[in-house]
C-alpha cells in the first residue's frame, strides 16, 4: 500500500484555506452588491420624489427573426407610462421572416403609427453584427428632439413604468448611462436551464461590479450615442452591449444599474449544446471588446477549477492510501465550498426576487427536486465555464442567428451573410 508523501503541506494548505477565504470573500462580496443595489434603489426613489423632467426618449427595437414574444412586446411598448416617446423598429432585411409579422402587428395595435415606426436597416458593416449595424444607422437618422436613446431586446416584455425607470437616472449629469439586466430562472426540469440559470446568476454579479451595460434594456444621451468613440466602437463590434461597456469604462463615464429593471426570461430549452454556444458567445463578445474582463474572468473561474481538481485527486489519494485525517481535512474543505455556493446562490435568488417584484408581477417557482437539479449543475456549469472561457483561443468561425463570422485576433467580420429565415 503506498503512502501519500508531500514534499511540503504549504500546497495543499494554500488550496484548502484558499477556498475558505473564497467563500469568505463572496459572502463579503454579496453583502456589498446587495448594499449597492439597496442604494441604487434609493437613488430611484429620490429620483420619483423630485419628480424630474421626462424629456423625449427614442426607443430601438433592432430584430432580426422575431420571438414568440414579439406582440407582447410592442403591445407593452404601446402602453408605457412615458409622456413623449417614439418606438423605431428595425428590422434587418426587407426579407427577413419578420418583417410581414411586425408589420401586420403595428397594423392591428398602432395602424397610424402614432407610437411605432417600421423600418429596415440599409447600411452595412462586414465588422458589425446586423444588429449594431442597424443601430449606428439610426442612431444617426433619429429626429435631434429626442434627448434619450433606449435599447431594447425582441424577447423583453416591458412593465409600464420600464421606459421611465430606464431613463430617469440620466436627469443626474454625472451619469451617462443606465442598464437592466436579464434573469433566467429554470421553468423545466432541464439541466441545460439550469446551467444557464446559473451562469447568469453569478454573472449578474459580475455585471453589476463592473459596470457592464446590458444591451436588451439600456439607455444613454443622444449626445453619448453621436460622440465619435461610440459610433467607431460599433462599427467594430459584433455585440453592442460588450462594444459600449467597453467605451464607458475607456472614458470613465458612470453607469447606473437600475435594480428594478430586470427582465425575467422564461424560454424553455432542454439542449445543452446551445446552452454551451451561448456561453461561448458570452465570453466571446467580451475577449473581443473586454480583454482586460475576459482575462480576470478566466482567472476567477479556472483557479476555482484547478483548486478543485486538486482536492479531488487528494481526496482520492487520501481514500486510496487510507489517510482518514487528511480524506476528512479534503471533506470538511469541499463542504463548506459547495455548501457555501448553494447558500450564496439561494440568497442571490431572494435579491433577484426582490428586485424584480418592486415592479413586476412575475411568479417564479422553485421546488425541492429543482434545487437539487440547481445542485446537481453547479459542477457541469464550472466546467462548461471553464471550456467556454478558452474558447476563443481555438475559435476560427462562428455562426450566429444565420450569420457567419470569421474570427481574428480580437476582431471578427462577416464572412457570409443571408436574411433571417425561421
Same mark, same amino acid.
Given at each position: 500500500m503506498y503512502e501519500i508523501v508531500f514534499q511540503s503541506e504549504w500546497p495543499l494548505l494554500f488550496v484548502i484555506w484558499g477556498n475558505l477565504l473564497f467563500i469568505i470573500l463572496s459572502f463579503s462580496g454579496l453583502l456589498v452588491f446587495n448594499y449597492l443595489l439597496h442604494q441604487n434603489q434609493t437613488s430611484m426613489r429620490d429620483f420619483f420624489e423630485k419628480d424630474m423632467e421626462s424629456p423625449p426618449a427614442a426607443v430601438f427595437l433592432p430584430l432580426? /427573426?422575431? =420571438?414568440? +414574444?414579439?406582440? @407582447? =412586446?410592442?403591445?407593452?411598448?404601446?402602453?408605457?407610462?412615458?409622456? $413623449?416617446?417614439?418606438?423605431?423598429? *428595425? &428590422? $434587418?432585411?426587407?426579407e427577413d421572416s419578420g418583417y410581414t409579422t411586425v408589420r401586420d402587428i403595428l397594423a392591428e395595435i398602432d395602424p397610424e403609427e402614432k407610437i411605432i415606426e417600421l423600418h429596415v436597416r440599409s447600411e452595412y458593416y462586414e465588422t458589425a453584427s446586423p444588429k449594431t449595424s442597424s443601430l449606428i444607422e439610426?442612431?444617426?437618422? =433619429?429626429?435631434?428632439?429626442? *434627448?434619450?436613446?433606449? @435599447?431594447?431586446? /425582441?424577447?423583453?416584455?416591458?412593465?409600464?413604468? %420600464?421606459?421611465?425607470?430606464?431613463? *430617469?437616472?440620466?436627469?443626474?449629469? =454625472?451619469?451617462?448611462?443606465v442598464s437592466g439586466y436579464r434573469w433566467y430562472p429554470p421553468v423545466t426540469y432541464s439541466i441545460a436551464e439550469n446551467v444557464r440559470y446559473l451562469f447568469n446568476a453569478v454573472s449578474w454579479v459580475w455585471i453589476c461590479f463592473g459596470k457592464y451595460l446590458w444591451g436588451g434594456s439600456c439607455s444613454f444621451s443622444r449626445d453619448i450615442a453621436l460622440s465619435d468613440t461610440v459610433i467607431n466602437t460599433l462599427?467594430?463590434?459584433?455585440?453592442?452591449?460588450? /462594444?459600449?461597456?467597453?467605451?464607458?469604462?475607456? +472614458?470613465? %463615464?458612470k453607469t447606473f444599474a437600475v435594480p428594478s429593471v430586470i427582465s425575467v426570461n422564461q424560454e424553455e430549452t432542454h439542449n445543452l449544446f446551445s446552452v454551451f454556444n451561448w456561453l461561448r458567445r458570452q465570453v466571446m463578445w467580451n475577449y473581443l471588446s473586454l480583454p482586460r474582463n475576459w482575462f480576470f474572468y478566466n482567472l476567477m473561474v479556472w483557479a476555482i477549477v484547478l483548486c478543485q481538481l486538486w482536492l479531488l485527486c487528494v481526496g482520492g489519494l487520501s481514500l486510496y492510501n487510507q489517510n482518514w &485525517?487528511?480524506?476528512?481535512?479534503? @471533506?470538511? #474543505?469541499?463542504?463548506i465550498f459547495w455548501c457555501g455556493l448553494v447558500l450564496m &446562490?439561494?440568497? &442571490?435568488?431572494?435579491?433577484?426576487?426582490? #428586485?424584480?417584484?418592486?415592479?413586476?408581477?412575475?411568479?417564479?417557482?422553485?421546488?425541492?427536486?429543482? %434545487?437539487?437539479l440547481i445542485c446537481l449543475a453547479i459542477p457541469l456549469t464550472l466546467i462548461l465555464t471553464a471550456m467556454a472561457t478558452i474558447s476563443p483561443f481555438f475559435t476560427k468561425k462562428l455562426n450566429w442567428r444565420g450569420v457567419e463570422y470569421q474570427c481574428e485576433r480580437h476582431s471578427m467580420k462577416i464572412v457570409h451573410y443571408r436574411p433571417y429565415k425561421q
Amino acid at each position: 500500500m503506498y503512502e501519500i508523501v508531500f514534499q511540503s503541506e504549504w500546497p495543499l494548505l494554500f488550496v484548502i484555506w484558499g477556498n475558505l477565504l473564497f467563500i469568505i470573500l463572496s459572502f463579503s462580496g454579496l453583502l456589498v452588491f446587495n448594499y449597492l443595489l439597496h442604494q441604487n434603489q434609493t437613488s430611484m426613489r429620490d429620483f420619483f420624489e423630485k419628480d424630474m423632467e421626462s424629456p423625449p426618449a427614442a426607443v430601438f427595437l433592432p430584430l432580426r /427573426g422575431v =420571438t414568440p +414574444e414579439i406582440r @407582447l =412586446t410592442l403591445k407593452s411598448l404601446m402602453e408605457q407610462d412615458y409622456p $413623449d416617446y417614439r418606438v423605431f423598429v *428595425i &428590422l $434587418d432585411h426587407v426579407e427577413d421572416s419578420g418583417y410581414t409579422t411586425v408589420r401586420d402587428i403595428l397594423a392591428e395595435i398602432d395602424p397610424e403609427e402614432k407610437i411605432i415606426e417600421l423600418h429596415v436597416r440599409s447600411e452595412y458593416y462586414e465588422t458589425a453584427s446586423p444588429k449594431t449595424s442597424s443601430l449606428i444607422e439610426y442612431f444617426r437618422k =433619429t429626429d435631434s428632439r429626442f *434627448i434619450n436613446y433606449v @435599447l431594447l431586446d /425582441g424577447d423583453v416584455v416591458p412593465y409600464p413604468m %420600464w421606459l421611465r425607470d430606464v431613463t *430617469i437616472p440620466l436627469s443626474d449629469p =454625472t451619469v451617462k448611462a443606465v442598464s437592466g439586466y436579464r434573469w433566467y430562472p429554470p421553468v423545466t426540469y432541464s439541466i441545460a436551464e439550469n446551467v444557464r440559470y446559473l451562469f447568469n446568476a453569478v454573472s449578474w454579479v459580475w455585471i453589476c461590479f463592473g459596470k457592464y451595460l446590458w444591451g436588451g434594456s439600456c439607455s444613454f444621451s443622444r449626445d453619448i450615442a453621436l460622440s465619435d468613440t461610440v459610433i467607431n466602437t460599433l462599427k467594430v463590434s459584433i455585440a453592442e452591449d460588450s /462594444g459600449l461597456t467597453a467605451v464607458m469604462q475607456r +472614458e470613465h %463615464w458612470k453607469t447606473f444599474a437600475v435594480p428594478s429593471v430586470i427582465s425575467v426570461n422564461q424560454e424553455e430549452t432542454h439542449n445543452l449544446f446551445s446552452v454551451f454556444n451561448w456561453l461561448r458567445r458570452q465570453v466571446m463578445w467580451n475577449y473581443l471588446s473586454l480583454p482586460r474582463n475576459w482575462f480576470f474572468y478566466n482567472l476567477m473561474v479556472w483557479a476555482i477549477v484547478l483548486c478543485q481538481l486538486w482536492l479531488l485527486c487528494v481526496g482520492g489519494l487520501s481514500l486510496y492510501n487510507q489517510n482518514w &485525517l487528511l480524506l476528512k481535512y479534503v @471533506l470538511a #474543505c469541499e463542504g463548506i465550498f459547495w455548501c457555501g455556493l448553494v447558500l450564496m &446562490l439561494a440568497i &442571490l435568488e431572494i435579491i433577484a426576487r426582490r #428586485c424584480i417584484h418592486y415592479r413586476q408581477s412575475v411568479s417564479i417557482y422553485f421546488s425541492v427536486m429543482g %434545487w437539487l437539479l440547481i445542485c446537481l449543475a453547479i459542477p457541469l456549469t464550472l466546467i462548461l465555464t471553464a471550456m467556454a472561457t478558452i474558447s476563443p483561443f481555438f475559435t476560427k468561425k462562428l455562426n450566429w442567428r444565420g450569420v457567419e463570422y470569421q474570427c481574428e485576433r480580437h476582431s471578427m467580420k462577416i464572412v457570409h451573410y443571408r436574411p433571417y429565415k425561421q
